[in-house]
Every structure is written in C-alpha cells, then in structure tokens.
C-alpha cells in the first residue's frame, strides 16, 4: 500500500498529497480524450488518477521501481494509462507517441534544469506544460524584463512558451513537508520568435548575464572575436544606451543584439 511506503531522498521525494491542490493542478493542463499526457514522476499516482479520468492517454514515468506494481495495480482499470518505470529525463516522445502532447509534472529541485532543458530540445511537440517546482525557480523562470529575477533561464523558455505562475503551494501539502514554497508554472507553446541562429543567440544571452551586475558591453567582451569597439557599435545600433545591463533587455532586445553582434563580427 502506497501509505506505509517512505518517500526516498536519492529521488528527492516529496509526495503531493492534497487532493485540492492536485485538482488545480490538473486543471491549468485541461486534459480530455483527444489529449496525449505525459507525467513526469506518478509518485504515488495522485495527479495520474485525476488525468486518467479525463480519458486523456495517458504515459506516466516513475524511476522508482519499489511503485511501480502498486501503480500497476491501481491503474490496471484504466486503459488509457501505461506506467512505466524509466527515467523521464532520458525518454525521447516519439518512442511512445507520434502526436503533440501536454506535460505535467511536480519536479524536485535538483532535477528542474534538466528537464527545462529537455523542454527546450523537444518544444516543438510540446503544446501545454504543468510543472510544479521550489518556487524560487519557478519566481525566475516566469520573471519579466528590468527585475532580479530575469535571466537566461527566464528568456530561453520564454522564447517558445507563454510562462505563468498559476499557483503557490506550501510545504504542507506535501509529504515529507519540504522546507521551501513551490509554485505551479503553466507552460503555453507559442511562435512568438523565430530564431534561426540559435546557438549564437544561447551563447550571446549568457554571456550578457555573466556578471550581473557588469554592464553589458562588459560582459559581451570576453565573446571572441569581437573588440570593444565592435560592442559599442552593436548595441548603439539597436539605439540602446552604452551603460545597459543584461536585465533591462527583452527577448526582441537579444534577438536585435544577435543579429547586430554578427553583423559587426562578420563585417
């Protein structure tokens, strides 16, 4: 019985328990029978239960092989629900689906960049995202240009989805209680930018962010193959001032700076 089953913290196990909540949840990812879902982590199934009821076919991950036959046993009426016990981190979608699908997931700290990476790598399958994380990430992943909290994590997700943060959680409705908030972030795929030289740009953004608090020509100098002058000129160019910081500038700003950078580098 998953009651008398302890949370394991080499997987980082905080088991929502809440049922409210996880209605919420699943609620920002409107799942229904037309839906393909995949879950990031059954745990102990609270969230899979709710999305198995929408009809929704359902592909839910568990790395932890000691849930997997009580998941197995409580899904088992369900036809559209296949557990599977892999590491979600290392699945490609079109092993089990060809179709778009909608992602869920309440995602341990330690595992949220890499799954926002493995976000980035297959965006274009990705139509709706419902992931719930320490809320100190989820603050910067959903941040707006000109705050503290803006960054190249913030930019790089939101090129290709509309990013809220649609909840906060206290430690409470876990268990074990964590001792930091989480909050829910709702992922909505858009075509807002088109970015045909991404790796410059990936490489351009963090760079401008590698001393926060340096000026942004500062920064951008230790790109190779550019002089100051070639700085200066670029963002002059995007008729910005010299003394900006990486934090002041919106995506349009970087993706205008990339393409600036490459002009005066390749000129």
Known sequence: MFCFFMPKRRFSQNFLTDRGIAERIVAFLEPGAVDTVLEIGAGRGILTEIIAA??????????????????????????????????????????????????????????????????????????????????????????????????????????????????????????????????????????????????DFERIVRQAFHQRRKLLSNNLMHLPGLTRENIHAAIASLGLPQNIRAEQLAIEDFIRLTKAVLSVKNA
């Open 54 to 199: 929408s009809g929704a076919r359902l592909y839910s991950f568990e790395i932890d092989r000691d849930l997997i036959e009580n998941l197995n046993n409580k899904f088992a009426p369900y036809k559209n629900v296949t557990i599977i016990n892999r590491d979600f981190l290392a699945i490609i979608p079109d092993e089990y689906t060809a179709e778009k699908f909608k992602l869920i997931g309440n995602i341990p700290y330690d595992i949220t960049s890499p799954l926002l990476e493995w976000m980035l790598r297959f965006r274009e399958t990705i139509t709706r995202a419902v992931i719930t994380t320490q809320k100190e990430l989820a603050d910067r992943i959903a941040a707006s240009p000109d705050s503290k909290d803006w960054a190249p994590i913030s930019i790089f997700h939101q090129c290709f989805f509309d990013i809220r943060k649609v909840m906060s959680i206290s430690g409470g409705a876990f268990y074990p209680p964590p001792n930091v908030k989480s909050a829910t972030l709702l992922f909505s795929a858009n075509e807002k930018h088109h970015i045909p030289f991404w790796d």
